[in-house]
């Protein structure tokens, strides 16, 4: 009988003991999600605070999403969720160096072009095989972008079922977190979509799944690519952040995997948005066919009717005016969010995307007119970040110490591949369903564009 007292009260004194524990552990957590957020919805106080204060906002809240999945549990940081300070310094300098700085340095560009060729076949091919039909080209060109960015992760060893499953994962993933943001403010939600919600958790699992045997290979072997760069895993294996144990601040340790893992989820997600912005410019080309016309004459050789030739390298000021142009427009993140410094973390949402829309920055400011941006334009001579003196009107990759450091690579990249598209293809309005481009923006991870689909008739220079 007595056995019997003590187990229960044992039982009682452990769930006690543990509800306690979830407790303190799920108000800490919804505390979080709870901060109070301030929305600065006009765009000139956001232009100007950004420009003004921009150092002063350094930090995002612990989960730019309320989901703590991604990241925001210790060791799981990548370089957009951790604070501002050494650690961060640390993974920063260790992207530049990784892969800013070869990019730069030109070491990439024949993968890259490898990739855009394999791209121009593969449409190419299904032009041929559709005949006439009209084509949704966006996991042609996701794909491309995919294998040129999993390159630089992992080498060029990679098996092509491995670097297709990754793709896979990584593009419902995208949508996936559009999704559970909505399910991550509610207990009843995720109760009710209970599914939908552990779809979303899994995640984690395949990404863990998909990219350890890919580092634990690295680990073991060292292969430079066939074009001489090195993956960015090699360098998060053998970099050393400050340890958060040691006060001082003179010790350093090894990333963990879970680290790596995050960090490798958001270099890769930048694909998204070199996509999302190649999608809108095509679907921009073809509505304003005098705007694709201009571009192939500086991208072509042409006379009257007929293409004799290929300009090569990057041609020039046109060519940067659509991509700004499309930048200003449909920026993939309409907003960000920082915290107020020296607070508790108060939030403040900053609405980027408006700033490029402001009616008061732009004349006809809805309007898709690359010219605003070549010389004597509006937007002539706009930085892509706000430093020095350049004028900004737009910031679609923000301001300030965390503005980001893949601008100058996004839009080479968004250029290069512009570039092809135009110069082997026209591009014209689908042939079916009403012969429109239905331009509805699909809010998620980012904003991108309902699928674009298109007429393509491959041009022969
Ligand atoms: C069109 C392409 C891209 C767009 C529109 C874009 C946009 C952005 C924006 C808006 C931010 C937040 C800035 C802020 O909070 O002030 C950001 C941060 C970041 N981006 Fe990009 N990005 C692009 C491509 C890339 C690429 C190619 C890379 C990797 C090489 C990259 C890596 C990062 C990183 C690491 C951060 C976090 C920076 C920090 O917190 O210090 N992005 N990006």
Redesign the pocket.
Known sequence: MEAVQLLTTIILVVTVFLAIIYRQRSSKRSSNLRQPTTKVLNPTVTRQT?IDQ?DA?SN?PPTPFPIPLITGRRHRH?????P?GPH?RA??SN?TAA??KP?RQGLMAPLQREAIDALVTSISTRCADDGNGDLVIRDSIYGAVFSV?TTVCFGDHVDFNHVRSMELMMQEFRVAIGEARVLARSTIAKIKHWRQWRRFLGFRTQQVDLFVPLINARCQTRRSTKHGTWPYVDSLIDLRIPDENDPSGANHRALTEDEMVSLIV??L??VE??V??LEWTLAHLVIKPEVQTKLRHELLIVDGDHVSGKRSGDPGSYLHAVVMES?RLH???PL?M?TVPATTGMRVQFM?GDIGKDEKLWTDAGEFKPERFIAGGEGEGMGL?PSGSKKIKM?????????????A???Q??KDLVAAMVREFEWEMPVEGGGGVDMTELYGF?TVMTPLRTHIKPLCA
């Open positions: 950004l921009a906002f995002r990548g370089i957009t969720t951790v501002y961060w993974l920063w992207l892969i800013l990019w960015l958001e270099f997600g930048a948005s070199i999302a912005v930048l920026p993939p993140f960000i920082k980027l970040v910031m679609p990759f923000g301001a300030g110490q965390r503005s980001c450091p893949g601008a690579l996004g839009v990249f968004i980012i």
